[in-house]
């Protein structure tokens, strides 16, 4: 006997117990997005390497150690996209979508990171993505921050998840920054772990957000991004907050907050939790003027976000949100006796005629009573339509409720459509 072929580590199924958390939450992810006039746009998967190198930044982790890269048969690098961002700019590009122009656009899909599998972190993940072009003003990064705080709203995790907030600056503010941080590094590095010493003139920036506390210690006295702010950043970030407030969105002004891609200018924020654990982000982004031009569009504003539906569903699982999501089944009929399954499959297809978004399963394969009723309570729905010989012969089916306490009956045939519009 061959050995079974298992499924590569960090890349998980979604099996059907699963399955009706996920579509809840894409339900959710999709209908806030259109409320706030957002339109759907699809990227490939597989897109060309460079264009992530560009965006991302080489001397990032994502790409100097996570990105699935491989030459294909004619010789290109591809890249398995590691994050949507980039891929919706070149889409964005490639379409003339962009320049002069406003666009509103989400996406979700599975995105791939060759990294250490744990709780909340695999290698193919899955990601919504938020992305508005062609508006500079604070209004947009401020929308787009009530936006998915009204998606944690929806999804009842609100009380759950806290804004931290900040400004990276304009990219030449940020390089004089730079600049000043890297010297500061340089008088330090006695106390800097090996992974800061890499980063101090390739990203010194993330040398900012290290996990280390004796890194952390080390930068107390370093110098402050604010402090190279012109008047336009501090108006732009000011005038967020106020947006904020006005809005009634709590938020913790992060100053170590600096986002792990290079593109990044400006706002930046993150929407953390302690109720994952280790894995504390939900959804980060901001702003990022300079990409579409950087992937050779032309100077476009930028402002969006990305969220791990993974974490989200892990987060709803283990608060017990899920508790009242609607089964895959809504009704289940049990067919008995001479002629029953025919008759059992014609008036399922009857019922979904006229109520075209009930879930009706019929039972096949025959069995008995009991073994009927157990594939029945097994799928979740509320009610059993059980048909037998003495039903068909009075044109009706007896109803017994598989969920709460209500009293079995009988109805005629015409008469379940509208008990089944009920379940709904």
Known sequence: MSKAIQAIRGMNDC?????????????????????YGFAEIRMPIVESTALFKRSIGEVTDIVEKEMYTF???????????PEGTASCVRAGNQHGLLYNQE??????????????PQKGRYRQFHQFGIEAFG??????????????????????????????????????????????????????????DEDSKRRMHSNPLRVLD????????????????????????KEHFANLKVYLDNAGINYVINERLVRGLDYYNRTVFEWV????????????????????QQLGGKATPGFGFAL?????????????????????????????GEGADLKAITLAEQWRDKVPEIRIQ?????????????????????????????????????????????????????????????LI
């Open 15 to 35: 099996l059907p117990s699963e399955t009706n958390v996920w579509q809840m939450v894409e339900a959710t992810l999709r209908r806030v997005a259109s409320n």
């Open 71 to 81: 030459d294909d048969r004619n010789g290109d690098s591809l890249t398995l996209r």
């Open 103 to 116: 666009q509103r656009l989400w996406y979700m899909g599975p995105m791939f990171r060759h990294e250490r």
């Open 135 to 192: 508006i500079a003003t604070p209004d947009i990064d401020a929308e787009i921050i009530m936006l998915s705080a009204r998606l944690w709203k929806e999804l009842g995790i609100a009380e759950h998840v806290t804004l931290e907030l900040n400004s990276l600056g304009s990219n030449e503010e940020r390089a004089a920054y730079r600049d000043a941080l890297v010297a500061y590094l340089e008088q330090h590095q006695d106390k800097l």
């Open 210 to 233: 290290s996990k280390n506390p004796d890194v952390q210690a080390a930068l107390i006295d370093a110098p402050a991004l604010t402090d190279y702010f012109g008047e336009e950043t």
């Open 273 to 292: 939790t302690d109720s994952l654990g280790a894995q504390g982000t939900v959804c980060a982004g901001g702003r990022y003027d300079g990409l579409v």
């Open 308 to 336: 791990g539906i993974e974490r989200l569903v892990l987060m709803l699982t283990s608060l017990e949100k899920v508790n009242n999501i609607r089964p895959q089944v809504d009704a289940y009929i049990i067919a008995l």
């Open 362 to 422: 019929s039972h096949c394969g025959g069995g008995n009573m009991k073994k009927q009723m157990k594939r029945a309570d097994k799928s979740g729905a509320q009610i059993a339509l059980i048909l037998g010989e003495d039903e068909i012969a009075r044109e009706q089916v007896t109803v017994k409720y598989l969920r709460g306490q209500h009293e079995q009956q009988s109805l005629a045939f015409n008469e379940v459509a509208e008990l089944l519009i009920g």
